[in-house]
Structure formats: C-alpha cells, structure tokens
C-alpha cells in the first residue's frame, strides 16, 4: 500500500522535513546605533546620466538614506567643503532587483519606500530635421 500524504511519502524515503524556525531580524544581533534604526531609506533605480549615452547601471536599485532633519550641515572654513554630522549620508548600497532591496530593508528592521523608476524618454533623432523648412521659425545654419 502507497503512502497517501506528502509527509508520508517523506517519511518512506526518508527525507527529514525542513524544521520551522522564527526569523529574527537583522537589527537586533547587528549591534546599530538605536539612531540608525529609525532612519527611513529610500529604494529606487537611478536614472541615466545625462552627460552619458549609455545605460550602464540603470537596471540596478539602489538603497540609500534620506537625509537627517537637522543632521548639522555646515561649510568648512577653510576649503569651503560641505560638512554634515550624519555619518548615513554619502552611504549607497546597490542590489540586483528591487525585490532583494526591500527583503535587505525589512531585514534591518528600517522604514522604507519604494520611489518608481523613471520613464526612459528617447526623442527621435533624425539628421535631415535640421534642414527642414518650417515657415513660423527662423533659424540660421552656419557652416564656418
């Protein structure tokens, strides 16, 4: 007689089941400052640089923390720097999906959202549009 349940089956071929175990967050065992637990990260996919043709690095999200109200900006005296006492600022993490993202953020135990990724806009470029003739707009062509 076959074994009718999952478990059963299982337990013929001796397959020991995967023990339940209670996910304890990140933020407990991590050793963080209580400061740094409170702080709200945001998660969105950068968007192209403009001075770039490419599009290298745009498929990643990217993780990093708003900035502190109050965090003590101040402009260094002698090389006119920009200073701040949030030592969270210059801080990025980049991950593969937006998905691995928001699982590393609820991990950590940290507030979060999720801005959209920006709409990719590529105008139609066409070389012989300079030459076109349009009657409501001057414009001058120099060839030297």
Same mark, same amino acid.
């Given at each position: 007689?076959?074994?009718?349940?999952?478990?059963?089956?299982?337990?013929?071929?001796?397959?020991?089941?995967?023990?339940?175990?209670?996910?304890? @967050? %990140? *933020?407990?065992?991590? +050793?963080?400052?209580?400061?740094? #637990?409170?702080?709200?990260?945001? /998660?969105?996919?950068?968007?192209?640089?403009?001075?770039?043709?490419?599009?290298?690095?745009?498929?990643?999200?990217?993780?990093?923390?708003?900035?502190?109200?109050?965090?003590?900006?101040?402009?260094?005296?002698?090389?006119?720097?920009?200073? @701040? %006492? *949030?030592?969270?600022? +210059?801080?990025?993490?980049?991950? #593969?999906?937006?998905?691995?993202? /928001?699982?590393?953020?609820?991990?950590?135990?940290?507030?979060?959202?999720?801005?959209?990724?920006?709409?990719?806009?590529?105008?139609?470029?066409?070389?012989?549009?300079?030459?076109?003739?349009?009657?409501?707009?001057?414009?001058?062509?120099?060839?030297?």
């Amino acid at each position: 007689m076959a074994p009718t349940t999952q478990t059963e089956q299982d337990k013929s071929k001796g397959i020991a089941p995967i023990p339940t175990k209670e996910v304890v @967050s %990140a *933020d407990i065992v991590s +050793g963080a400052p209580e400061q740094l #637990r409170h702080r709200v990260v945001r /998660i969105f996919q950068p968007a192209r640089s403009t001075t770039q043709s490419g599009s290298a690095k745009t498929n990643r999200w990217r993780l990093d923390w708003d900035i502190l109200p109050g965090g003590g900006r101040w402009e260094n005296p002698l090389m006119g720097w920009g200073s @701040s %006492a *949030d030592y969270m600022q +210059g801080t990025r993490m980049s991950f #593969r999906s937006k998905e691995d993202a /928001i699982h590393f953020a609820e991990k950590q135990g940290w507030d979060y959202y999720v801005q959209p990724p920006p709409v990719k806009k590529i105008p139609p470029k066409n070389y012989a549009e300079n030459y076109v003739y349009k009657p409501s707009k001057l414009r001058i062509a120099r060839t030297k």
